[in-house]
């Protein structure tokens, strides 16, 4: 359990039922063969960088403590550790899970969008919106996530497009395996549109890809414009950057040029959309967006004009790419 | 607020890599951790109770941490900022995109303990401290 959050894996349901993830092999777990001999043993090791802390690195162990009888075959204790070079990403797992979800996306012509905000800031209303503009265009399907209630895939259902809804349970953020099978369960056309809607959260999603093409940060006018700088690691993820509920801007303190440039210090190539899906200033341009960035997916089809090349954001793309490669 | 994930995910990655070795009992995770991740110490919170009933149950965690640089498209060398979140070149105030080191998220190595078949996870870390290391570069 997370000391900070509480925030735990292996609860995410998809449309209420568990994830396959409750069926997967547990963690391996250490022997524990009653002790058969005493003694006590000493730890060496190096490794090359500098340390804060003048602290010993004594290995932890109480002096004494038990062993279990050597199996045959097995190398005789020599009183030294085994040290095992890895040097591999942390969430690779993740990351091969985000790839397999990006290769089924560009097999099928797919533009998989990741929207990430904090809860309230007008995801679904903005998917909602998004779907009612495009939807007699462009084949759309969505995965919602959120810890608890099927309400989001229902307001997206009542659309007339396909939903998944996966519920984390603890978990604050959606990572790519729960994706991976919630793309089985969801009826998808080649060219389609994937919308998926993150848990509403500003720190965690940014850190786990999930294949998407980018990830669209919304920051509505009624939160704080210092959230950029606030929560910077999630507007550095993201490629393009929603304001929402402009209507409201005469009503509020809301200093939308200082938002920008907080937005600007932690992500320099950041493209800013303002819209309001209750007036509906600004839609045209993010559906224009959208539809831009739809062709470009599909012309990546066999068959598709100028097949295998992005219109535009190519060196955006470069960098998360470098961003993950430097994660592995 | 990920930490339990990104700790479960290098237990487990740890846990694989040990089962290569006649499942041994991992006495030791090194693991190189950006700034920009916001994670390192607060991963000692959770470190150790995803590890209990595992292969990693006691190991020590010890964690590089790396800091920020960013290449400055203008001077075509790589600086550090001088903030975290002021991703400006620090000599000629140019907007630098490209993270050169800070995102950093890796497994380094572990720490095997001698024999294969450990009795019991290592007892009594009460009163240490973490382990916390950070590198410059």
Known sequence: MCGICGCDAGEARIDGNPSPEAAHPPLIRSRTTPASHDHGHGHGHGHGHDHIHGHSHDHHHRDGHGHALQSPGIVPDTGREHLVAIERGILSKNDGFAA??????????????????????????????????LKKELPIAVIEGDQETENDAERIRATGVPAVQINTGRGCHLDAHMVGHALDSLPVERGSLLLIENVGNLVCPASFDLGEAH?????????????????????????VLVISKID?????????????????????????????????????????M????????????????????????????AMDHRRRAAAI | MHELSIATSLVELACDHARQHEGRR?????????????????????????????????????????????ECPACRAVKAPSGLYNFRCPDCGVPTPQVVTGRELQLVSIALAPDAASDRPALGRAGDEPIYARSTS
């Open chain 1, 248 to 288: 409201l801007l005469p009503y509020l303190r809301f200093d939308l040029e200082r938002a920008l440039d907080y937005a600007r210090r932690v992500n320099p190539t950041i493209e800013v959309v303002r819209l309001s899906t209750e007036t509906g200033e600004g839609m045209p341009a993010w559906l224009e």
């Open chain 2, 26 to 70: 991992v006495t030791k995770v090194m693991i190189r951790i950006g700034v920009l991740q916001h994670v390192a110490r607060s991963l000692y919170f959770c470190f150790d109770n995803v590890a209990r009933g595992t292969a990693c149950e006691g190991a020590v965690l010890e964690i590089e941490e790396v800091g920020l640089t960013v």
């Open chain 1, 215 to 239: 990830k669209v940060a919304i920051l509505s006018v009624t939160e704080g414009e210092d959230k950029p700088i606030k929560y910077p690691d999630m507007f550095a993820a993201a490629r």
């Open chain 1, 100 to 133: 397999a979800n990006r290769a089924r996306f560009a097999e099928q012509g797919m533009l998989a969008l990741n929207f990430v905000s904090s809860p309230g800031a007008g995801k679904t209303s903005l998917l909602v919106a998004t779907i009612e503009g």
């Open chain 1, 290 to 317: 959208l539809r831009r960035q739809a062709r470009a997916a599909r012309a990546g089809l066999p068959g598709g004009a100028g097949a295998g090349r992005e219109e535009r954001g190519d060196g955006l793309a």
